[in-house]
């Protein structure tokens, strides 16, 4: 692993307002992803899974708390700083892939590099490089319409590593696959864990997807437990005693 | 890739709706040059050519005639090198249909005022000897199949002869071409012939032209010919032959007024078209918008994005609009050469197409502004598609 990769996510509330209503959608919120780790996210809708991704990847801001990320806060970042934190530090992978359609595989994955000060023929090189890693070579000059949904996804992962960032962010990325693509996508993502040590966090509701990961969070459960031990360290508290961390 | 190659594709993914923008910024950018250069022959100020010919008609209006006697007055006075008089004919060929610009003219003097009538001078001479003798330009010689000595009817749809008819009769004695194209579609007859033919009014003129000696003070002419007729019963109006023929033009309507109520018009349903297309496009890309957020880039750089396509869209459309004008101009430029001369596109009126699809760009790329900055990427790409 070359770089500290490490999440944070401290005393995380997050509530929007629904008309007259405010809806909590994490409150008190404790996290900790140490760099290296490929953590699956599961759990039931609703309980803020992609909310969380977003906020580590600096997409969404919470209402109150702090966020880590390799040792720097990003909650407290503009909008112009998260855009450019992001553009280094963070790779996404969504369900639908977004890839567009008026670029080839190879134009695909070289746009992220048009932020950076590459030149042409470097933007190329690290492209090809990013696509042979997932296995797109031969499908390099051919455009969206003309992949399958699993080369999408393959070439949507190369455009999420082409700059090199330490952290993955997946979104569902095997939401809209087939069982047989689905697994050649989460073998992909392993293989980029333990290979390159690309820090990957991943929402997903699919419980064999999960197996890929090597620690599976199910926020429910979690969520539950961390109210636990925050009364057991309140009546610790009360009682004198700290337990220290939740995590 | 980089952020041109990008603007350049998206520009043309849906080939059929630029196309169709296109046309539309294309119409309206050839109107706009095109009345721009009708309206600066218009209104431009006097050219060289003809600036020392003068014409002068009836203080009132050229329907209003001049006694015949003012050749002589106005050839009196200092400054002056020689003057020559016309009147309108008004007449057609067979019928109604073929009208044809037939002008009685001092037979002696007037093809020494207008040397870009080219006549040989043979022909010439025959004609000033032939009292029913017509000078027609070469065109319609081909046309009609015209010869040097065939006897042509021709009738006024204004002058009356002696016998009752409005029918007169011509030999064609000379044919002439002109230096400027298109301008040999006329017929020239001796004022002699007409005067002592017509029914009534006569020794009377339409106007008069006056030649002018080289490095003579215009103004200085055309005052002292009409202070000459001030007091008269029939007042002249003199002015130099461009403006004549440009006031002429503009008895039929204001132009520079249509002019400007068209390009208004035309620009502000061009505004909306373009505007239009372009929120539309912005719209169907917000997903891609955010997902090019999310991997760093940021709302300027998109927003520059849809700036550069607007541009392309507007410049391509007003280049290509401004260059079909400039070349049909150049066509009208030379057929119109008599009528309306001085059609011209200055160097200014690029400026002015350029400053304006730069500001359309501009203005058409404010909505898809707002809203790129307005993409939550979060609730944009948080839904599962």
């Not at chain 1, 700059?163 to 293989?191: F, H, M, V, Y």
């Not at chain 2, 250069?37 to 008609?57: F, P």
């Not at chain 2, 209003?64 to 002056?80: D, M």
């Not at chain 2, 199949?145 to 000379?174: C, H, Q, R, T, Y």
């Amino acid at each position: 692993m070359r770089n500290n990769s490490e999440i944070i996510l401290k005393a995380i509330n997050k509530s929007y307002q629904k008309g007259s209503n405010t809806v909590v959608v994490h409150d008190d919120f404790n996290l900790t992803i140490k760099s290296g780790e490929f953590v699956a996210l599961m759990g039931p809708s609703g309980l803020g899974k992609s909310t969380l991704l977003h906020l580590m990847g600096g997409l969404d801001q919470p209402t109150q708390g702090e966020i880590f990320i390799g040792g720097q806060r990003i909650d407290n970042l503009s909008q112009i700083q998260l855009t450019q934190w992001r553009s280094q530090s963070i790779g996404f992978v969504f369900q639908s892939h977004h890839l567009l359609p008026v670029l080839s595989a190879q134009g695909n994955v070289e746009l992220p590099l048009a932020l950076t000060p590459l030149n042409r023929k470097q933007r190329k090189e690290h492209a090809s490089m990013a696509l042979q890693l997932v296995s797109m070579s031969e499908r390099a000059n051919h455009y969206p319409k003309e992949l399958s949904g699993g080369q999408e996804q393959r070439v949507a992962i190369a455009r999420a590593i082409v700059s090199d960032p330490q952290i993955l962010l997946c979104d569902e990325p095997t939401g809209n696959l087939d069982r047989k693509t689905a697994d050649e996508i989460l073998a992909l993502l392993a293989k980029l864990n333990s290979e390159l040590g690309k820090t990957i966090v991943m929402v997903t509701h699919d419980n064999k997807a999960a197996e890929y990961a090597t620690r599976v969070i199910n926020l429910e459960s979690y969520i539950l437990s961390q109210n636990k031990t925050d009364k057991q360290s309140n009546n610790a508290d009360e009682a004198g005693v700290s337990i220290g961390s939740s995590l | 890739m980089n952020i041109w190659l990008l603007v350049w594709r998206n520009s043309f993914r849906k080939k059929m709706r630029f196309a169709l923008t296109c046309l539309s910024i294309m119409v309206a950018f050839f109107l706009f040059t095109a009345l721009a250069g009708i309206n600066h022959a218009l209104t431009a100020s006097v050219s060289s050519i003809n600036q020392y010919r003068l014409m002068t008609s009836h203080k009132i209006s050229i329907t209003r005639s001049l006694p015949i006697n003012y050749q002589q007055k106005i050839a009196a006075l200092p400054g002056v090198e020689s003057v020559s008089y016309a009147s309108w004919f008004g007449g057609f060929f067979q019928n109604e249909n073929n009208q044809l610009a037939i002008t009685a003219v001092e037979h002696n003097s007037y093809f020494d005022l207008f040397e870009e009538y080219q006549i040989p001078q043979r022909q010439l001479a025959q004609w000033k000897k032939t009292r029913t003798g017509i000078v027609i330009g070469q065109s319609l010689a081909e046309k009609y199949g015209w010869k040097i000595g065939d006897k042509v009817p021709l009738n006024s749809s204004i002058w009356m002869n002696k016998s009752g008819s409005f029918s007169w009769e011509f030999v064609v004695s000379a044919i002439y071409k002109s230096s400027k194209h298109g301008a040999d579609k006329k017929i020239f007859f001796q004022h002699a012939y007409f005067d002592k033919g017509r029914a009534y009014a006569k020794n009377s003129l339409s106007w008069l032209s006056t030649k002018i000696v080289p490095d003579t003070n215009v103004d200085q002419v055309i005052k002292s010919i009409d202070s000459l007729f001030a007091h008269a019963n029939n007042p002249t109006r003199t002015t130099t032959e461009q403006v004549f023929v440009k006031e002429q033009a503009q008895q039929f309507v204001d132009m520079a007024m249509v002019i400007n109520i068209v390009v208004i018009a035309v620009f502000f349903t061009l505004l909306l078209i373009v505007c239009n297309t372009m929120i539309q496009t912005s719209r169907e890309r917000r997903n891609e918008s955010a997902m090019m957020k999310a991997l760093g880039f940021s709302s300027s750089s998109l927003i520059k994005g849809i700036y550069l396509e607007s541009l392309l869209l507007l410049g391509l459309g007003a280049t290509l609009g401004a260059l079909l004008a400039s070349v049909l101009l150049g066509f009208i430029k030379q057929s119109m050469a008599d009528f309306l001369p001085g059609i011209y596109i200055s160097a200014q009126h690029y400026i002015t197409v350029f400053a304006l699809v730069n500001i359309a760009a501009a203005f058409c790329s404010f909505f898809p502004a707002l809203s790129i900055k307005g993409i939550v990427i979060s609730e944009t790409l948080g839904g599962k598609s």
